[in-house]
Nanobody, 124 residues
Framework: HVQLVESGGGSVQAGGSLRLSCQIS????????MAWFRQSTGGEREAVAD???????HFAKSVKGRFTISKDNTENILYLQMNDLKAEDTAMYYC???????????????????WGQGTQVTVS
């Protein structure tokens, strides 16, 4: 069975940086796409960035230019590099993976079949 485990969260001052990691294992086939979502206290889960098997990515407007997404195919790790962090970036960050051939939209939560437990990011 598929497992996704996030790490790298923590507390950081505004303007600082963090790199989140997502270790994926237990899959018979590589995911067609993976993404990072986040959910603030009392808020709804929103897509932050994704990366598909072609190497294409998308970013939420709120993080574009500050965040980058990448993967290590040898170690099966998905990364989210977060720079120039702001207070509004404070949230629980989740890693997700999907295997659809065609997605409804990169940010549609229904297109992601497996999720990690999340890692907390707090910016002050």
């Amino acid at each position: 069975h598929v497992q996704l485990v996030e790490s790298g969260g923590g507390s950081v001052q505004a303007g600082g940086s963090l790199r989140l990691s997502c270790q994926i294992s237990g899959y018979p086939n590589r995911p067609n796409y993976m993404a990072w979502f986040r959910q603030s206290t009392g808020g709804e889960r929103e897509a932050v960035a994704d990366l598909d098997h072609y190497g294409f990515s998308h970013f939420a407007k709120s993080v574009k230019g500050r965040f980058t997404i990448s993967k290590d195919n040898t170690e099966n790790i998905l990364y989210l590099q977060m720079n120039d962090l702001k207070a509004e970036d404070t949230a629980m960050y989740y890693c997700a993976a999907g295997w659809r051939i065609a997605r409804t939209a990169w940010h549609d939560v229904d297109d992601y079949m497996n999720w990690g437990q999340g890692t907390q990011v707090t910016v002050s």
